[in-house]
């Protein structure tokens, strides 16, 4: 890129003028310096689409390269016993759930794609083609559980190979370092997002509105003690509150895939009227001020026996069974006092083996139990 010559003759002209009389190899020196200074940075990209398949052929041609020298490992496989993020994207294939755009930087040389972001996505794609493992703890496609790609039906084959993905190529026309850029950027926007900022994101309406007005409740959130800092900007105030209508509202249902029933939940309320929104709002409080009063700083936390204390933190399980007994009985019909309730509940969690496996990891599945022994305790005159 090179300033044209009436521009060098202004530039130098302004030098002088402003007394730095310079010789002609200074003068260009200068040019030189400001043209590397005004220079824009570009990036020029090109959106491709391609299927399952073809990105697994680019790969094994040696088109793409997974592994530039500014790519990170792949780290999926180190917490995939846990997180299960192989099985799930294959899944999301099945599912037709869209997938987040792979991002490549076309090479000078020889034209072929390094990858920039989508590494682990396309590692994935590779070995389950090549049956590198099996789909597994699947909730909603359940029938492939326990499946290489070599044992699936021929319709699962072929949903999982020519599903498209959209890339974006960044051209080698783009500043050669730009690449390093994207990358740095992407990774940190990279901020993968929970259930309900989704929701958030997804299912706007009155009830969202609803959810969030509430979960900045001062007396809910004196109640509330999270574990980690990040459920201070995450939702997880929102999620919580969802949990309790969606529960509520069901007649306390049975739940194997929570995430589901409370989106599936959220959907249906999506566009509730002001009678209904003024319904739950009412409900919300009312539960929330009689937590307050039998339990206080003490509710929806785990009371422990050995050390003889309450828990720092809350737990949800614990969150749904008090916000529903607390809610179904009138506080003119509870039979105890806060004093007598407190200390029934202690003895509930302590020497209860029923409500201990209530408690642990049991979710959706055992919510009715968990209800009804705190509302036995309310209703308890001995």
């Known amino acids: 890129m090179c300033l044209r010559q009436h521009e060098k003759i202004i530039i130098t002209f302004q030098l002088n003028f402003f007394g730095n009389t310079l010789k002609n190899k200074e003068v260009n020196n200068y040019i ?22 073809d990105l697994v052929n680019k790969i094994e041609e040696k088109d793409i390269d997974l592994t530039p020298d500014y790519q990170r490992n792949y780290v999926w496989d180190i917490t995939d016993d846990e997180q299960n993020k192989k099985s799930r994207l294959i899944e999301s294939l099945l599912l037709n759930i869209p997938i987040p755009v792979i991002y490549f930087a076309e090479q000078v040389e020889t ?10 996505r396309l590692r994935t794609f590779l070995d389950f083609l090549n049956d590198k493992f099996e789909l597994k703890k699947l909730e909603i496609r359940t029938d492939v559980n326990g499946k290489k790609y070599s044992d699936l ?14 890339a974006i ?7 050669e370092e730009i690449k390093y850029e994207v990358f740095e950027r992407l990774n940190l926007g990279s ?17 969202n509105d609803l959810l969030k007005d509430l979960a900045s409740d001062t007396d809910f959130r004196s109640l509330i003690k999270l574990r980690l800092k990040s459920d201070q900007n995450n939702m997880a105030h929102e ?66 026996g050995k050390t003889n204390t309450w828990n720092t933190t809350s737990n949800r399980l614990v969150f749904e069974a008090e916000m529903l007994a607390f809610s179904q009985v009138p506080e003119s019909e509870i039979k105890v006092t806060p004093e007598q309730f407190l200390s029934k509940l202690k003895s509930l969690m302590v ?32």
């Open 32 to 53: 030189g310096y400001i043209m590397s200074k005004q220079k824009p940075r570009r990036v020029i990209t090109q959106p491709y689409d391609y299927s399952v398949q």
């Open 111 to 120: 034209l072929k794609y390094e990858v920039i972001d989508g590494q682990q």
């Open 153 to 166: 039906d021929q319709k699962d084959k072929d949903e999982i190979r020519k599903r498209s993905i959209r």
């Open 169 to 175: 190529v960044i051209l080698n026309d783009s500043d």
């Open 191 to 207: 901020i993968q997002l929970t259930p309900q900022e989704i929701r958030n994101n997804t299912l706007r309406g009155s009830f």
């Open 239 to 304: 999620e919580l509150i969802l949990r309790f209508f969606a529960y509520h509202g069901s007649g306390l249902k049975r739940v194997d895939q929570l995430s589901f029933f409370l989106t599936k939940y959220m959907k249906e309320n999506r566009h509730l009227g002001v009678e209904q929104i003024s319904e739950l709002r009412s409900l919300f409080h009312e539960t929330i001020k009689k937590i307050g009063k039998f339990l206080g700083s003490d509710a929806f936390s785990i009371f422990k």
């Open 351 to 382: 020497n209860d083996k029923d409500f201990q496996k209530a408690l642990d990891k049991a979710g959706g599945r055992k919510i009715k139990e968990r209800v009804e022994a705190v509302i036995t305790l309310l209703m308890d005159t001995k």
